[in-house]
């Protein structure tokens, strides 16, 4: 018996002209978005995207995802939509993610240079690729993203509640190093980018060598945040001469003064690792995933540098009164 749900995503796939398809259920993610993967009879493939309403909206994805083709960038093209019930047919872009080609021997500096041009690509379009409308991540919501550290990492390294006056401490630690961010011109920021949502398209040409996944929070902000993203991945440790070539490449791009646009990158690196610690420790308190913790000492260890930038003293001087070394083993072997 098929559900409520799979009855109206069979609907939709009819009307889309893929009836005939075979499904296959190929992802879900953190939210409530599953994927299916159609097979024709003619050998062709499509990807079904069911985010179900109330809790998804696929309009955003919609919106950036045209955008950024309009760009000349690899996102998949929208093929159907049904926006009210929450499906969209898209095309199928592979099984390369970056991720997968890395895994099997892929040459680490050719994936990241291109995927560092796709950001200097989508800096230099007009507007810095921006689109009206858009929510900020800057400021006070950079800040909101990082209390996830003291809510949730600091209670569980230390045993107990992390006291209202440590809290109000760790927010003024942060709008006193924001305060050293130099001023730049706020870019389009795509929020997740990194190897498990880019894809590997060696066929096309350029920049669209590079596919676009997983793009619908989309939001403006600090140019440096996907940069961070990409080389101080959470999950997986770059290279050095990686790490340093897509840097350099970046600020060479852009023509950004390369000063600037280092301390900017300092802090969206320490603001992105106080997320990532807090929400590791969340998943595995909350969610009963511990998956992510054996990821945190890398985290730290990307924390800790981002932390030595003059820029982040007064973040610094908070994290070492706080969480002294011992305290940051949590997920180490």
Not at 11 to 24: L, N, Y
Not at 39 to 48: L, R, Y
Request: net charge negative; proline share 7%; hydrophobic share 45%.
């Amino acid at each position: 018996m098929l559900s409520d749900r799979a009855k109206l995503r069979r609907d939709f796939i009819a009307r889309s002209g893929w009836g005939h398809a075979k499904e296959a259920l190929l992802a879900g993610d953190a939210s409530f978005r599953k994927y299916f993967r159609l097979f024709a009879p003619d050998g062709s493939s499509a990807i079904v995207m069911d985010a179900p309403p109330p809790q998804e909206d696929v309009r955003p994805f919609v919106r950036i995802g045209r955008h950024l083709l309009a760009l000349g960038l690899s996102a998949p093209e929208i093929l159907a939509e049904d926006t009210a019930h929450g499906f969209l047919l898209l095309e199928d872009l592979g099984d390369d993610t970056f991720a997968s080609v890395l895994d099997r021997g892929g040459n680490e500096a050719e994936l990241y240079e291109r995927a560092t041009d796709v950001l200097a690509a989508l800096h230099a379009a007009p507007d810095r690729g921006l689109l009206p409308d858009l929510g900020a991540y800057t400021g006070e919501a950079l800040i909101e993203a990082a209390m996830l550290l003291p809510e949730w990492y600091l209670p569980a390294a230390t045993g107990r509640p992390t006291p209202a006056d440590e809290i109000d401490a760790y927010r003024a630690a942060w709008r006193a190093s924001l305060d050293h961010l130099p001023p730049t011109a706020e870019a389009l920021l795509l929020r997740d980018y990194h190897k498990d949502n880019l894809m590997w398209l060696p066929g096309r040409p350029g920049v669209r060598a590079c596919g676009l996944l997983d793009f619908q929070d989309a939001q403006r902000g600090h140019p440096s945040y996907d940069l961070v993203s990409l080389i101080e991945d959470a999950r997986r440790d770059v290279s050095p001469a990686v790490y340093d070539a897509c840097l350099a490449r970046y600020i060479a791009a852009t023509g950004l003064d390369a000063s600037d646009f280092r301390t900017g990158f300092a802090l969206m690196a320490a603001q992105r690792h106080a997320r990532v610690v807090g929400l590791f420790v969340r998943l595995w308190k909350r969610d009963g995933k511990p998956v992510y913790l054996p990821h945190l000492p890398r985290v730290w260890r990307l924390f800790e540098r981002a932390l030595q930038h003059d820029a982040l003293e007064p973040l610094r001087t908070w994290v070492d009164r706080h969480l002294p070394p011992e305290t940051r083993r949590i997920g180490s072997a």
